[in-house]
Nanobody, 131 residues
Framework: QVELVESGGGSVQAGGSLRLSCAASGSSDNTHCMAWFRQAPGKEREGVAS??????MYEDSVKGRFTISKDNDKNSVYLQMNSLKPEDSGMYYC??????????????????????????WGKGTLVTVSS
């Protein structure tokens, strides 16, 4: 079992930055693939970024602005968000996949979440970007 706790959300103006953190408790075997998702009011949850042992992956709208990173010693994952836009507003969730993942799964998890699910979820942290 893994418990994920997000922090770092807040309110910023467009163009500003925020850094989200996600601390995972429990076995590190369940943090091989970790990801950030977000959900705006009235919209479906969407993948933002994911990271496995080899690379970081991003949804197209955040490429070049967001950076996902992982600290294995702290069992934590981070999301540095720069050049924020109002459309980045929403609840941001940290998620992880149980056990080792095959190549490509972590990419698919944020691009096709309906078919490539994550097993553990945090409760979310709210990001509000004003224009």
């Amino acid at each position: 079992q893994v418990e994920l706790v997000e922090s770092g959300g807040g309110s910023v103006q467009a163009g500003g930055s925020l850094r989200l953190s996600c601390a995972a408790s429990g076995s590190s075997d369940n943090t091989h693939c970790m990801a950030w998702f977000r959900q705006a009011p009235g919209k479906e949850r969407e993948g933002v970024a994911s990271i496995d042992s080899d690379e970081a992956m991003y949804e197209d709208s955040v490429k070049g602005r967001f950076t996902i990173s992982k600290d294995n010693d702290k069992n934590s994952v981070y999301l540095q968000m720069n050049s924020l836009k109002p459309e980045d507003s929403g609840m941001y969730y940290c998620a992880s996949r149980a056990g080792p993942v095959r190549g490509g799964y972590c990419y698919a998890a944020i691009h096709d979440p309906l078919h490539y699910g994550m097993d553990y979820w945090g409760k979310g942290t709210l990001v509000t970007v004003s224009s």
